[in-house]
């Protein structure tokens, strides 16, 4: 399944960006890397809508709205 | 563009049957497509208006543009493609995606694996044909979502919205948990995996 070659990258978080790293991958029940590759795949996919034109919300229980800002 | 081993039930003689599964759809697959699978879909429906079939119990397949889908899903990290291939003929294609999270209430907003669209080929299908040629394309996507949530660390977990005549398949032969029909999806039923259904399916399958 995927059997893509891998490169390596060193990375360098802060404190805090690796306690939110830390974080997710807990509550994702994911490792740190998985967690990367994912926020990689979602910034990807919405950053291609945004160039499209394309509005992104998200929305409460009441229904309310609110349009995520790209800049 | 990785090929593996699949076995397919062929229904004339009940012999499995050693097929390609490939982890990606190329325009080979996709001219495959065009050139055998929409010439037998157009000639089904004049059957089916003929047996007064009823257009909601059409397979709702029938219409989708694989090329088009193809161009959108291969630019984006979230999204992969497969197939089946046997003795040179396209017998399946599956899109699944890789940035939608759990609904049910046990694995709330845990990842999985979202099957997108999934078809077999037109001559594998009991309701155009009296008898297919083969059988458990459905059963061999889904292990390959399965494999695909466990070799992406989502420990099995996989969901999908469920066409009306597929449903009693996810229902019973893959044991999937059934929500409610969604309305954002024309009411289609959702189904999902839990870890523990995934190797429950893998272990009897």
Known sequence: ?71 | MEASEVYLLRVVDGQMVRAELFDDLSEQHITLWQRTWLPAMQEAIPRLVAAKVPQADWPQDLLWDWRKKTNWASSLLGMRSFCIVCAGNLEGMMMANLIKTCRLEEQRHKELVYVEFVSTAPWNRAKLLVKPRFHGIGKVFVRVAIELSMHEGFEGRIGLHSLPQANEFYRSRCQMSELAPDPKKEGLVYFEMTPEQATRFLEDN
Do not use: P
């Open chain 1, 1 to 71: 399944m995927e059997n893509q070659d891998k490169k390596t990258m060193t990375l360098n978080l802060t404190q805090a960006e690796m306690r939110a790293l830390e974080e997710l991958s807990a509550l994702k029940d994911l490792s740190k890397t998985a967690v990367l590759r994912q926020a990689l795949r979602l910034y990807q996919m919405i950053d291609q809508r945004a160039r499209r034109g394309e509005k992104i919300y998200f929305e409460n229980d009441a229904k309310d709205k609110a349009e995520l800002m790209l800049i």
